[in-house]
Nanobody
Framework: QLQVVESGGGLVQPGGSLRLSCTAS????????MSWFRQAPEKEREGVSC????????HYADSVQGRFTISRDDAKNTVYLQMNSLKPDDTGVYYC??????????????????????WGQGIQVTVSS
């Protein structure tokens, strides 16, 4: 059974940093693109970042460009989201999603309505003083 589990969330002051991890089980990461999403209270889930299976292609939402960095370590079956210069607007539940399984080097998806292979349960990130 494909599963992904997020970790690394918590409370941080504005301007601070957090690193989220997404660890896969039941499958190995190579050939899976991976994505991060977030959902703030009373708002729709939105794409934050994604990374192709090769790691050679990444995409970011405009709101996090230049502050967040997505990366992957296939040997550890883990994808990371390094979040710097955090703002209160970054507060929300962050989700990791696996998929698609693909050989296309440049493909990753930030659309939350895509049928991903697996979703994590989410982890809370709160940016507040």
């Amino acid at each position: 059974q494909l599963q992904v589990v997020e970790s690394g969330g918590g409370l941080v002051q504005p301007g601070g940093s957090l690193r989220l991890s997404c660890t896969a089980s039941g499958f190995t990461l190579p050939y899976y693109a991976m994505s991060w999403f977030r959902q703030a209270p009373e708002k729709e889930r939105e794409g934050v970042s994604c990374i192709s299976h090769s790691g050679g292609t990444t995409h970011y939402a405009d709101s996090v460009q230049g502050r967040f960095t997505i990366s992957r370590d296939d040997a550890k079956n883990t994808v990371y989201l390094q979040m710097n210069s955090l703002k209160p607007d970054d507060t929300g539940v962050y989700y990791c999603a696996a998929g698609p399984l693909t050989t296309i080097e440049t493909l990753c998806i930030m659309a939350p309505n895509h049928e991903f292979e697996a979703w994590g349960q989410g982890i809370q990130v709160t940016v507040s003083s």
